[in-house]
């Protein structure tokens, strides 16, 4: 039998060296449990970047995909099929949008909503031919395209990766100044995640949302969330721009909506937006395939049934309420919005990731994100019991 060590050896041996994980294999999951290859049992803290907000190997998903893939599981796109329709008119009515494009990974959303703002930008804006800008924020994370890197504020994203794609400006998160005078003739996007998760569960300001929401329509810009890691029900709503009671021109969905079991990602907008595209303007093999349809659909059903959004707004509380009240001499404060929690070390603490380390002792799965924050967002299954008892060993790691 082959041990931990002998794992981590073997992907050090053939694997590219492009993540850096905590040392734990793991073979198993169900639900927020996770089981690593030696029998230990953990509780999932991280839920794969907010991918399994329905839980581990959910039944009914497991169930769909193995209906599903023993039918019939990729046709590409030359050819219809029979749950593209579904998955399309579904995902439409739940989100309120009239159109959707699916895609796979996040980045290549996140690309497909670019390509469709720049069209859009030189079609409906008459932008002169490639001139066309897109606004993002500093402390960004779209993924990991070349183009998507080509503006993020992070230098070891970029380090070695250039030429860059230019028609990006950066503005900082929150400053809504520095957006209106960034905002020219050119302007085809504003692109955003409401809540920044990779920077650390960073929350603007009250209210920043909806005025950048209003300058965006006043000079006819499109706002593009990006809500691949807020979206369906992390934050306690559907998407986390509702918080502000701001509906975006374009969301960009990935994810939690396959629950976990696939790569499945889609852009939302309405049918002036997405109706840019043209046949052969853009594309992807997998994208929109009836198993990827069968299993989003699941999982989208799942976050309503179980009522996902409301127990993470409900419990989130609970939690967020609980680490404040924690008398630790490494935490500067806590913040987020449902289940989706930042603890914020001071810097004399020594960074996060001994403390998840120490919390994976404790059979607790977290990973530090930006050097000082721990990030908190176990699926949105998770009950109160179980809280409680992470919290138990919360405590004991960041008080001690
Ligand atoms: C994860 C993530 C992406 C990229 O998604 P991939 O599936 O990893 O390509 C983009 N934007 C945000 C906000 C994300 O959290």
């Known amino acids: 039998m082959k041990h931990t060590k002998d794992y981590i050896q073997l992907e050090n041996k053939y694997g590219a060296n492009n993540y850096k994980p905590l040392d734990v294999v793991l073979s198993k999951g169900t639900g927020i449990w996770l089981e690593d290859v030696e029998g230990n049992k953990y509780m999932d803290f991280l839920a794969s970047y907010s991918a399994v907000n329905q839980g581990h190997c959910h039944p009914r998903l497991v169930e769909k995909m193995q209906e599903q893939c023993k039918r019939l599981a990729l046709t590409?796109?030359?050819f219809r099929n029979d749950w593209l329709p579904i998955?399309?008119?579904?995902?439409?009515?739940?989100?309120?949008?009239?159109?959707?494009?699916?895609?796979?990974?996040?980045?290549?959303?996140?690309?497909?909503?670019?390509?469709?703002?720049?069209?859009?930008?030189?079609?409906?804006k008459k932008v002169a031919p490639n001139k066309a800008e897109i606004i993002v924020c500093e402390g960004n994370f779209h993924g990991r395209t070349t183009t998507i890197i080509s503006f993020s504020s992070e230098d070891q994203y970029k380090d070695g990766f250039g030429p860059f794609t230019p028609g990006f400006k950066i503005v900082p998160y929150g400053d809504i100044n520095a957006l209106k005078e960034a905002i020219n003739?050119?302007?085809?996007?504003?692109?955003?995640?409401?809540?920044?998760?990779?920077?650390?569960?960073?929350?603007?300001?009250?209210?920043?949302?909806?005025?950048a929401a209003d300058l965006c329509k006043e000079n006819k810009v499109l706002l593009v969330a990006d809500e691949i890691q807020s979206g369906l029900g992390r934050t306690g709503k559907l998407f986390a721009c509702e918080h502000e009671n701001v509906t975006p021109d374009m969301i960009i969905i990935g994810k939690a909506l396959s629950g976990g079991m696939y790569p499945v990602s889609a852009v939302v907008a309405s049918s002036e937006i997405l109706g840019v595209f043209n046949p052969g303007d853009h594309g992807s093999t997998y994208g929109g395939n009836p198993l990827a349809c069968v299993i989003a659909i699941e999982a989208l059903r799942i976050i309503k049934d179980e009522k996902l959004i409301e127990r993470s707004a409900e419990l989130g509380e609970y939690f967020l309420t609980k680490l404040k009240e924690f008398d630790s001499p490494y935490i500067d404060f806590c913040r987020g919005k449902g289940l989706w929690i930042g603890i914020v070390l001071k810097?004399?603490?020594?960074?996060?990731?001994?403390?998840?380390?120490?919390?994976?002792?404790?059979?607790?799965?977290?990973?530090?994100?930006?050097?000082?924050?721990?990030?908190?967002?176990?699926?949105?299954?998770?009950?109160?019991?179980?809280?409680?008892?992470?919290?138990v060993s919360l405590e004991e790691v960041l008080t001690k």
């Open 76 to 78: 590409s796109r030359a």
């Open 87 to 124: 998955f399309a008119q579904e995902l439409c009515e739940m989100t309120g949008y009239e159109m959707m494009l699916p895609m796979n990974s996040g980045a290549e959303a996140v690309e497909t909503a670019i390509k469709a703002a720049r069209k859009w930008g030189y079609y409906n």
């Open 185 to 211: 003739e050119n302007t085809v996007a504003f692109m955003i995640e409401p809540i920044q998760g990779e920077s650390g569960v960073v929350v603007p300001r009250e209210g920043y949302l909806k005025e």
């Open 347 to 391: 810097d004399s603490a020594g960074g996060a990731r001994r403390f998840c380390e120490q919390l994976l002792e404790k059979g607790i799965l977290c990973k530090e994100t930006h050097e000082n924050v721990i990030r908190i967002a176990p699926p949105l299954i998770i009950t109160k019991e179980e809280i409680d008892q992470a919290l």
